[in-house]
């Protein structure tokens, strides 16, 4: 991958000091396991459950035994299931189908909203229905969002969603009311499996990095972390994962940038072209006037 060229700029930068508040509480976020994801979909129905989210359309494509299909903004979190053909994570390829599965392997992954470090969302916001919380992570305040819909095409995970019949922006909130009070977020309490974990970002990293070297050592090469790193497009996420294959496998984009990183050089043009075209007008006048 070729070095980012903001690395600079996002990297090791904590949201809420950036975002103006003095002396703020760790940042918190989620890693999420999916190597022990079992697809349950206990996430969903908590995250409804607590968020008054309503249930939306269940329905099967045909492709998929996944009835949620995406994330939106009646699905806050989803739970994907992805079907391969192919050996399960860690097993040798000769040995693959002698169990029965005919090398089949199931991967599944709780996806949320990213909590992005830097997030376009809150770039392109005109009436601050969006902002940064102490904790770092990103909140849609519902009763100032204006429906302008901005932020959907802004966010390059594709996250954030208008409410058919509301026209209002939602996603994740990270259980913003919860933590605010010391409790986990209701998707991370009811996970079986403890797939999703919630905590202080910075000692997420490192058990993140510790569970990879784990599956590592164990023969699955193919896991890696993704968004963990500081040091990329958008620098870091507060929500970050651990997948068996490579991000498009499980819909997510491979490097994803920004979206809004060009806006202070963009204004400076128009600001330069501004000011030349009113240079060329004043020209005008007092050549006219001459």
């Not at 040995?95 to 809150?122: E, F, N, Q």
Request: hydrophobic letters at 35%.
């Amino acid at each position: 991958m070729a070095p980012n060229p903001f690395r600079s700029l996002l990297e090791d930068t904590d949201p809420a000091t950036a975002s103006g508040y003095v002396d703020p509480p760790p940042r918190m976020g989620f890693f999420t396991d999916t190597s022990i994801c079992i697809g349950c979909k206990a996430c969903e129905v908590a995250c409804k459950e607590w968020n008054h989210v309503p249930a939306g359309s269940l329905r099967y494509t045909g492709m998929s035994y996944d009835n949620t299909m995406g994330l939106g903004a009646d699905t806050w979190r989803h739970v994907a299931f992805i079907e391969q053909r192919k050996p399960p994570a860690g097993r040798l390829p000769e040995r693959a189908g002698t169990d029965g599965s005919d090398g089949i392997r199931w991967l599944m992954a709780s996806d949320v909203c990213k909590h992005c470090t830097h997030a376009a969302c809150l770039d392109v916001c005109p009436t601050g229905a969006l902002f940064r919380t102490e904790f770092g992570t990103v909140v849609v305040q519902q009763d100032i969002c204006n429906g302008c819909g901005y932020c959907i095409p802004a966010c390059p995970y594709g996250v954030i969603d208008q409410r058919r019949g509301d026209g209002r922006a939602w996603k994740c909130t990270l259980c913003y009311d919860r933590i605010g009070v010391g409790a986990e977020p209701a998707c991370a309490k009811a996970c079986p499996t403890d797939s999703i974990q919630f905590g202080v970002v910075n000692e997420l990293r490192q058990r993140a990095d510790r569970r990879l070297a784990q599956l590592h050592d164990a023969g699955v090469l193919d896991a890696r972390l993704y968004g963990r790193d500081p040091g990329d497009g958008v620098g870091g996420n507060g929500a970050f994962f651990l997948l068996l294959d490579e991000p498009e496998v499980y819909g997510l984009p491979p490097d994803p940038i920004v979206t809004t990183r060009d806006l202070p050089a963009m204004w400076r043009r128009v600001a330069t072209a501004a000011a030349l075209l009113a240079g060329t007008v004043a020209l005008s006048f007092f050549r006219r006037e001459r």
